[in-house]
């Protein structure tokens, strides 16, 4: 049975914890352009706050662990035993808001529980599953694992976008981006080691 991890269920506690924090700002803090301002009807999400399979600020996919941690970037780091993914958190404006997964030494998964952040497109944690099929279109699907467990899955190239359940109400409650080989195999057959 597929069981995360005791490390990513508190990072994903503490991320609940920061929607909390979120919902409560106002709503040009979280969405407008990147000074907050809206332009028109549509609402532009602005850079800060974009979680993409390219990753999320500073945090690049494939970027050096050891880079991000000289760099301050990375606030704790909790190795998996037996095996090469540690789990780390971010610092400043990511602090909170995402957790790190680095196979390797490199950096191999961005997500978060929170909402900012929004993938490019707008889809993001608290979307129903109607929600982003009207955002992706023919360019997601919905997926199931092994113990029937649902996901909404953004392919672009070797990368995907993945948006995991909630455990008390329908729809994404977990995003998360990097390497099909890491991400969607995570999700769909259980941790990569």
Do not use: K
Not at 39 to 45: D, E, F, H, L, S
Not at 78 to 89: E, I, K, R, T
Not at 100 to 127: D, H, I, K, Q, Y
């Amino acid at each position: 049975m597929h069981r995360p991890s005791f490390h990513r269920l508190v990072a994903a506690g503490a991320l609940a914890l920061a929607v909390l924090a979120t919902a409560a700002a106002p709503a040009s803090a979280s969405r407008g352009t990147a000074g907050g301002a809206r332009t028109g009807a549509a609402t532009v999400v602005p850079d800060t706050s974009v979680l993409s399979v390219r990753g999320a600020g500073p945090y690049r996919i494939g970027a050096r662990q050891q880079a991000l941690a000289a760099a301050g970037l990375l606030s704790w780091v909790a190795p998996q035993p037996g095996c090469d993914v540690v789990v780390a958190g971010a610092t400043g404006d990511w602090a909170g808001v995402i957790l790190l997964s680095f196979r390797s030494g490199r950096l191999a998964e961005v997500g978060t529980a929170t909402a900012p952040p929004r993938s490019p497109a707008g889809a993001s944690v608290g979307m129903s599953w109607d929600d982003l099929e009207d955002i992706y279109g023919g360019r997601g699907r919905m997926i199931h694992n092994a113990d029937g467990d649902p996901a909404y899955v953004v392919r672009a190239g070797s990368r995907v976008e993945l948006y995991t359940g909630h455990p008390i109400r329908a729809g994404a409650g977990y995003f998360q981006a990097g390497p099909a080989d890491f991400v969607l195999r995570n999700f769909l057959r259980g941790t990569v080691c």
